[in-house]
Nanobody
Framework: QVQLGESGGGLVQPGGSLRLSCAVS???????MDWYRQAPGKQREFVAR???????NYAGFVKGRFTISRDNAKNMVFLQMNRLKPEDTAVYYCNAPSVGWKWGQGTQVTVSS
């Protein structure tokens, strides 16, 4: 089974930046890859998608602040997050929407002063 490992989260002040990484134990070259997030007491929500060809789509609340990218040779997906807001606080997860692998542990992002 494919394993997903998210990293790069942490505590950051409002307006700060973080770069999240998603390491996948198998090839991702054929798959679109997504980032999701889940805040306490809320459902998991879509954040960003990058297709196998490199096209991207974002949730409205990103408003140009986040950038998703991929490195197929390394089987990794990234999420560059800039101008972070307190409402971005959540556990962030990655997955392939077409196959729905077992969720990884996620990485905690906390935006607070």
């Amino acid at each position: 089974q494919v394993q997903l490992g998210e990293s790069g989260g942490g505590l950051v002040q409002p307006g700060g930046s973080l770069r999240l990484s998603c390491a996948v134990s198998g090839s991702i070259s054929l798959y679109a890859m997504d980032w999701y997030r889940q805040a306490p007491g809320k459902q998991r929500e879509f954040v960003a998608r990058i297709s196998s060809a490199g096209s991207t789509n974002y949730a409205g609340f990103v408003k140009g602040r986040f950038t998703i990218s991929r490195d197929n040779a390394k089987n990794m997906v990234f999420l560059q997050m800039n101008r972070l807001k307190p409402e971005d606080t959540a556990v962030y997860y990655c997955n392939a929407p077409s196959v729905g692998w077992k969720w990884g542990q996620g990485t905690q992002v906390t935006v607070s002063s």
